[in-house]
């Protein structure tokens, strides 16, 4: 009875057990769902850990593919992993693992370029797909050598177009390189040589090196290269520096392109390998332009996953648990390999209704069906979409089209100044807004505020001018003359000052020697309203104590008694009223001497500047060009209505239009260009791709070569008194030595019969000891 019993309730655990296991596959059942196994390779260690932060956000992605209903309905993808290290014998062990082991893989997912170069040349034995988010090697776009190779990560010959592009565009035909003399950057450089050729630009230079950069470098100064490509890693590009800080190959004339992907402060990171200050690098580097792949949509799109890129990373940083990015291995690379799972499922999802056409299905796969292969291939071959990392689309190579960011180094940190879009060859410039809020902000619009408002009341001046006793009554017409006066005299102090303001300091700081400017490098901006300050007080000052000395009053002048046309027995008196006081001339005398002045220092100042290229006040030269126009009408306008006083309508004609003229072409030359940055949002190129453009050329900063001049000046001076210093020396040599020859000659001969001449040596030469007449001039050289 017990074994009875004992039997009975072990077949009751058996049947739970049996009950319980079903219940547990019993949505698998239901859902009915294929599995199709992804063979991946993320490195979360080696030379590139990658796999940290690329690994995370590929399961986010299949978790977000595997729950919706409009893409692989009837599948669902796994992953099936393992870290390779970066490293090719690793990898192959792994290889041979995901292989030859249950489940057969669809797709293989490998990392690294010297992974992916393996795994992409063995799997077309295999009849497998390869699909890489980490390779940037150029030679994987080798399609008969990697037949069936794609990828989300671009090739590094994709910054080739951009580099091209900005070469057109700033008109440049003639280039120079210098490279490491590794593979990649080999491969990059004979990409670039090839599109450079086709837009009609010549490599006038091409320098390499192994380790150590002088030779090269020295290279580049002596056959004189102005645009310079640099293609080397990271260590090697602070060697390179130090050596171009020696050489002086930097500054305003030289322009270098780099590559992006460096650390932001590459060169202040302190290197045994080089012997430069973080000073001395900093300097070297200033204004560098770089390009560097765009691994995440700048923009604020949902694409096929429905979420942004902001959206994405938020995830992302919650999936890796507050680790800080930048000690995570691939973070900058995680976009990418959220897109390549991404476009595997819709690939293979679009591949769903042509094998079903065939009679087949995704799950019928194995290594010997090149048909599934060819499918999957095709709809890779023709991907497009949007994504976490910007617009997904892939060359003939499988390569990855993407665009390109423009760095340029300004002020010891990176700046965006522009993206290019390889797909559509559209060059854009970055944050059109914020670089036209920088160069309003750089023209001192407070100073253009005071200029309008100046104007404004040069303006309202005209209308006191029209108006006479018919107008108004006679006792508030002193009223209107000291109007006429007062909007007339703050309009001419605020809107002529302003701009006379912006050239002065213009002048004083940027024309002036290199130790005395760079204590007043600093423009502060209080200094500028200071000074229209001063000049507007001066202007009230002397407006206030002619109106309390010698105020304006009406005076009449009378002209010649006129008879009428009718026949009447009367008699006309013409009468003019005037603005006027009693020493009017001396006053006008006052005024008109110290404006003129103004405008006279104006018109220097403006000429002398003209050639300056500023930041701090970027208009400058657009003020110059109102200065020119002010003065010119203010000193012909001035003379001619005083010679018109008595003629009341030419006078108001005269004047009235050159306040108006006056005004407008101010207005217009000031402000116009800045309405039409706002207004079209059109294309602009700060001060520094200004000198970029013209960076082939020589430098049209006065300044810049006056310093130039000078530093070439003082070597010239110590190489002049080092050789002065070595005539005077062998002067005395040569003094010395003729004393002691005329001292011979006047000694007794020896007691010989054959006395040899002085200077006589038994094997036929010149003596050391005594020189011939000849050879003296060989001192010299």
């Given at each position: 009875?017990?074994?009875?019993?004992?039997?009975?309730r072990?077949?009751?655990?058996?049947?739970?057990?049996?009950?319980?296991?079903?219940?547990?596959?019993?949505p698998?059942?239901?859902?009915?769902k294929?599995?199709?196994?992804?063979?991946?390779?993320?490195?979360?260690?080696?030379?590139?850990?990658?796999?940290?932060?690329?690994?995370?956000?590929?399961?986010?992605?299949?978790?977000?593919?595997?729950?919706?209903?409009?893409?692989?309905?009837?599948?669902?993808?796994?992953?099936?992993?393992?870290d390779?290290?970066?490293?090719?014998?690793?990898?192959?062990?792994?290889?041979?693992?995901?292989?030859?082991?249950?489940?057969?893989?669809?797709?293989?997912?490998?990392?690294?370029?010297?992974?992916?170069?393996?795994?992409?040349?063995?799997?077309?034995?295999?009849?497998?797909?390869v699909?890489?988010?980490?390779?940037?090697?150029?030679?994987?776009?080798?399609?008969?050598?990697?037949?069936?190779?794609f990828?989300?990560?671009?090739?590094?010959?994709?910054?080739?177009?951009?580099?091209?592009?900005?070469?057109?565009?700033?008109?440049?035909?003639?280039?120079?390189?210098?490279?490491?003399?590794?593979?990649?950057?080999?491969?990059?450089?004979?990409?670039?040589?090839?599109r450079?050729?086709?837009?009609?630009?010549?490599?006038?230079?091409?320098?390499?090196?192994?380790?150590?950069?002088?030779?090269?470098?020295?290279?580049?100064?002596?056959?004189?290269?102005?645009?310079?490509?640099?293609?080397?890693?990271?260590?090697?590009?602070?060697?390179?520096?130090?050596?171009?800080?020696?050489?002086?190959?930097?500054?305003?004339?030289?322009?270098?392109?780099?590559?992006?992907?460096?650390?932001?402060n590459?060169?202040?990171?302190?290197?045994?390998?080089?012997?430069?200050t973080?000073?001395?690098?900093?300097?070297?580097?200033?204004?560098?332009?770089?390009?560097?792949?765009?691994?995440?949509?700048?923009?604020?799109?949902?694409?096929?996953?429905?979420?942004?890129?902001?959206e994405?990373?938020?995830?992302?940083?919650?999936?890796?648990?507050?680790?800080?990015?930048?000690?995570?291995?691939?973070?900058?690379?995680a976009?990418?390999?959220?897109?390549?799972?991404?476009?595997?499922?819709?690939?293979?999802?679009?591949?769903?209704?042509?094998?079903?056409?065939?009679?087949?299905?995704?799950?019928?796969?194995?290594?010997?069906?090149?048909?599934?292969?060819s499918?999957?291939?095709?709809?890779?071959?023709?991907?497009?979409?949007?994504?976490?990392?910007?617009?997904?689309?892939?060359?003939?190579?499988?390569?990855?089209?993407?665009?390109?960011?423009?760095?340029?180094?300004?002020?010891?940190?990176?700046?965006?100044?522009g993206?290019?879009?390889?797909?559509?060859?559209?060059?854009?410039?970055?944050?059109?807004?914020?670089?036209?809020?920088?160069?309003?902000?750089?023209?001192?619009p407070?100073?253009?505020?005071?200029?309008?408002?100046?104007?404004?009341?040069?303006?309202?001046?005209?209308?006191?001018?029209?108006?006479?006793?018919?107008?108004?009554?006679?006792?508030?017409?002193?009223?209107?003359?000291?109007?006429?006066?007062?909007?007339?005299?703050l309009?001419?102090?605020?809107?002529?000052?302003?701009?006379?303001?912006?050239?002065w300091?213009?002048?004083?700081?940027?024309?002036?020697?290199?130790?005395?400017?760079?204590k007043?490098?600093?423009?502060?901006?209080?200094?500028?309203?200071?000074?229209?300050?001063?000049?507007?007080?001066?202007?009230?000052?002397?407006?206030?104590?002619?109106?309390?000395?010698?105020?304006?009053?009406?005076?009449?002048?009378?002209?010649?008694?006129?008879?009428?046309?009718?026949?009447?027995?009367?008699?006309?008196?013409?009468?003019?009223?005037?603005?006027?006081?009693?020493?009017?001339?001396t006053?006008?005398?006052?005024?008109?001497?110290?404006?003129?002045?103004?405008?006279?220092?104006?018109?220097?100042?403006?000429?002398?500047?003209?050639?300056?290229?500023?930041?701090?006040?970027?208009?400058?030269?657009?003020?110059?060009?109102?200065?020119?126009?002010?003065?010119?009408?203010?000193?012909?306008?001035?003379?001619?209505?005083?010679?018109?006083?008595?003629?009341?309508?030419?006078?108001?004609?005269?004047?009235?239009?050159?306040?108006?003229?006056?005004?407008?072409?101010?207005?217009?030359?000031?402000?116009?260009?800045?309405?039409?940055?706002?207004?079209?949002?059109?294309?602009?190129?700060?001060?520094?791709?200004?000198?970029?453009k013209?960076?082939?050329?020589?430098?049209?900063?006065?300044?810049?070569?006056?310093?130039?001049?000078?530093r070439?000046?003082?070597e010239?001076?110590?190489?002049?008194?080092?050789?002065?210093?070595?005539?005077?020396?062998?002067?005395?040599?040569?003094?010395?030595?003729?004393?002691?020859?005329?001292?011979?000659h006047?000694?007794?001969?020896?007691?010989?019969?054959?006395?040899?001449?002085?200077?006589?040596?038994?094997?036929?030469?010149?003596?050391?000891?005594?020189?011939?007449?000849?050879?003296?001039?060989?001192?010299?050289?």
């Amino acid at each position: 009875m017990e074994s009875l019993s004992h039997l009975k309730r072990l077949w009751v655990r058996v049947a739970l057990c049996y009950t319980l296991l079903t219940l547990l596959s019993w949505p698998c059942a239901v859902t009915g769902k294929k599995k199709l196994y992804i063979g991946a390779l993320f490195p979360m260690s080696g030379g590139w850990p990658g796999g940290q932060a690329c690994l995370p956000a590929a399961q986010m992605a299949l978790d977000l593919v595997n729950n919706r209903s409009d893409i692989l309905p009837d599948y669902e993808l796994e992953l099936i992993y393992y870290d390779s290290m970066c490293d090719p014998g690793e990898a192959t062990k792994l290889l041979y693992d995901l292989l030859y082991t249950e489940p057969i893989k669809i797709v293989l997912m490998p990392g690294c370029s010297s992974v992916s170069t393996l795994v992409a040349e063995a799997a077309r034995m295999w009849n497998l797909i390869v699909f890489s988010y980490g390779s940037s090697s150029p030679a994987l776009s080798n399609r008969q050598r990697f037949p069936t190779f794609f990828r989300t990560h671009p090739s590094a010959t994709l910054h080739n177009p951009t580099r091209v592009r900005l070469f057109q565009k700033w008109k440049w035909t003639k280039i120079a390189t210098i490279q490491q003399t590794t593979e990649v950057f080999t491969s990059t450089l004979d990409d670039l040589e090839q599109r450079v050729k086709e837009a009609g630009i010549e490599i006038s230079v091409r320098q390499s090196f192994l380790t150590d950069p002088a030779v090269a470098v020295k290279n580049l100064k002596r056959q004189d290269a102005r645009i310079i490509v640099g293609l080397f890693y990271e260590t090697e590009a602070r060697k390179v520096f130090c050596e171009v800080y020696k050489e002086k190959l930097f500054g305003k004339k030289y322009v270098w392109f780099l590559i992006g992907w460096y650390a932001d402060n590459w060169f202040k990171i302190k290197d045994p390998a080089i012997n430069c200050t973080v000073e001395q690098m900093t300097e070297a580097v200033e204004g560098h332009v770089t390009t560097e792949i765009v691994m995440l949509n700048p923009e604020t799109v949902r694409g096929a996953s429905n979420l942004t890129s902001q959206e994405f990373l938020a995830q992302l940083m919650s999936r890796l648990g507050g680790k800080n990015p930048e000690e995570t291995g691939g973070f900058q690379e995680a976009p990418l390999a959220y897109d390549a799972v991404w476009a595997l499922a819709l690939a293979l999802n679009k591949t769903v209704a042509p094998l079903r056409g065939k009679g087949r299905r995704l799950e019928d796969f194995n290594y010997n069906n090149k048909d599934i292969t060819s499918e999957i291939y095709r709809a890779l071959n023709t991907s497009s979409f949007e994504g976490v990392s910007g617009h997904v689309v892939f060359d003939a190579q499988g390569s990855r089209m993407a665009w390109t960011l423009i760095e340029q180094l300004q002020g010891g940190s990176y700046k965006k100044i522009g993206y290019y879009d390889s797909t559509k060859g559209n060059l854009s410039w970055y944050g059109n807004d914020k670089w036209i809020g920088e160069y309003i902000q750089n023209s001192q619009p407070y100073l253009n505020n005071i200029t309008a408002v100046g104007c404004v009341l040069a303006l309202a001046a005209v209308f006191p001018l029209g108006i006479d006793g018919h107008h108004v009554h006679r006792s508030q017409f002193p009223v209107v003359c000291q109007f006429r006066l007062w909007l007339l005299g703050l309009g001419f102090s605020l809107a002529y000052g302003s701009m006379f303001t912006k050239i002065w300091w213009v002048h004083t700081v940027y024309t002036k020697k290199d130790e005395k400017k760079e204590k007043r490098k600093h423009l502060e901006p209080w200094k500028l309203y200071a000074t229209v300050g001063v000049l507007l007080a001066i202007d009230v000052l002397s407006l206030m104590i002619w109106q309390i000395v010698d105020p304006l009053h009406i005076t009449v002048e009378k002209f010649t008694k006129e008879a009428p046309k009718a026949d009447l027995d009367v008699l006309i008196q013409p009468l003019l009223e005037h603005c006027s006081s009693e020493k009017m001339n001396t006053w006008l005398g006052v005024v008109y001497g110290y404006k003129g002045l103004l405008l006279l220092l104006g018109i220097f100042l403006a000429y002398e500047t003209k050639s300056i290229s500023t930041e701090k006040i970027n208009d400058h030269r657009a003020v110059g060009m109102a200065i020119y126009n002010v003065a010119v009408l203010c000193m012909i306008t001035a003379p001619v209505t005083m010679i018109l006083s008595s003629q009341q309508d030419a006078s108001f004609a005269f004047a009235s239009l050159a306040i108006v003229f006056s005004v407008y072409i101010t207005l217009v030359v000031l402000f116009v260009p800045k309405m039409r940055r706002l207004i079209t949002r059109g294309e602009w190129q700060s001060e520094q791709q200004d000198t970029l453009k013209t960076g082939s050329s020589t430098n049209n900063n006065d300044e810049e070569k006056s310093r130039q001049l000078e530093r070439e000046n003082r070597e010239l001076q110590k190489i002049i008194q080092e050789k002065e210093e070595r005539v005077t020396e062998l002067r005395n040599q040569l003094a010395e030595r003729q004393a002691l020859r005329s001292r011979r000659h006047t000694a007794p001969p020896p007691p010989s019969s054959q006395a040899e001449p002085p200077g006589y040596s038994p094997e036929g030469k010149l003596s050391r000891n005594h020189c011939h007449n000849s050879r003296l001039p060989l001192l010299y050289k």
